[in-house]
């Protein structure tokens, strides 16, 4: 289990102390499965809390908890992606991006994921905001897992380097797996078009990080799960305006 403690010490603001370094290779695998305890928890605060308040508050209430548990991580990877996309040369988007300063670009982005996010849960019903938050958190993370595999770092050193160029195929091929299994039990069939939209936001962002950047980085990365995560939940939307979930 410790690679499951690494992955949530990693991914999440939970104090979690372990007594040695689990490694890269047993921690990536469990990114997918952090996302479904993640979604679980989301989910479960969005469901609750509209008993007592109206569903825009409670979805305001359950996206911000999400902020707060992950202390914004991949918010802040989309944030500096998207300022760094305001550079002319590869290397001066590379400089901005190291700058921790957010821009117009970057609060644009930031502004923009966390308002689709609010209004995605907030016309959810109960069961779909449960079912839809655990397998958009997992199939998100699992995007970013997939990305590593395919990708070079963009630098030598740094986080993102190191999870890149050290994540080994067949633990994190067991980890994607895990992760479309998850979300086949939360959801049902509504999985084949969450994990289509997914892999298209993936590779998508992927195109472009690369394009601008050179290469794939740790801000990438979480560009690619923010931007997966919006996609999946625009889908679960228009799913449960038409259908309801298989345990429902």
Do not use: N
């Not at 010490?9 to 370094?21: A, E, G, K, V, Y």
């Not at 825009?56 to 996206?63: K, M, N, R, S, T």
């Not at 298209?200 to 990080?209: D, E, F, K, Q, T």
């Amino acid at each position: 289990m410790t690679g499951f403690l690494g992955a949530v010490q990693f991914l999440t603001r939970i104090p979690i102390r372990l007594h040695s370094d689990p490694g890269v290779a047993r921690v990536v695998p469990w990114f997918p499965v952090v996302g479904a305890l993640l979604g679980l928890l989301l989910g479960g605060v969005a469901a609750g809390l509209w008993e007592l308040v109206p569903p825009l508050v409670g979805a305001c209430v359950a996206v911000l908890a999400g902020v707060l548990v992950t202390g914004a991580f991949h918010e802040d990877g989309l944030a500096d992606t998207a300022d760094g996309l305001g550079g002319d040369t590869p290397e001066r988007r590379r400089e901005i991006l190291k700058d921790s300063r957010h821009g117009s670009f970057g609060v644009a982005a930031l502004t923009g994921s966390i308002l689709l996010r609010v209004a995605c849960v907030a016309g959810l019903p109960p069961a779909a905001a449960v079912g839809g938050l655990v397998a958009t958190h997992t199939l998100a993370r699992a995007g970013s897992v997939g990305v590593m595999l395919v990708s070079s770092p963009a630098a030598p050193t740094g986080m993102g380097a190191d999870y890149i160029s050290t994540v080994r195929r067949g633990p994190a091929l067991v980890g994607l797996a895990a992760g479309l299994v998850i979300a086949a039990a939360a959801t049902g069939w509504w999985a084949v078009p969450l994990a289509g939209a997914v892999v298209i936001a993936a590779g998508a962002m992927r195109w472009l990080v690369v394009r601008a950047y050179g290469a794939m980085g740790g801000d990438g990365l979480g560009a690619v799960e923010q931007v997966g995560e919006i996609m999946a939940l625009v889908i679960v939307s228009g799913l449960a305006a038409e259908h309801t979930l298989w345990w429902a």
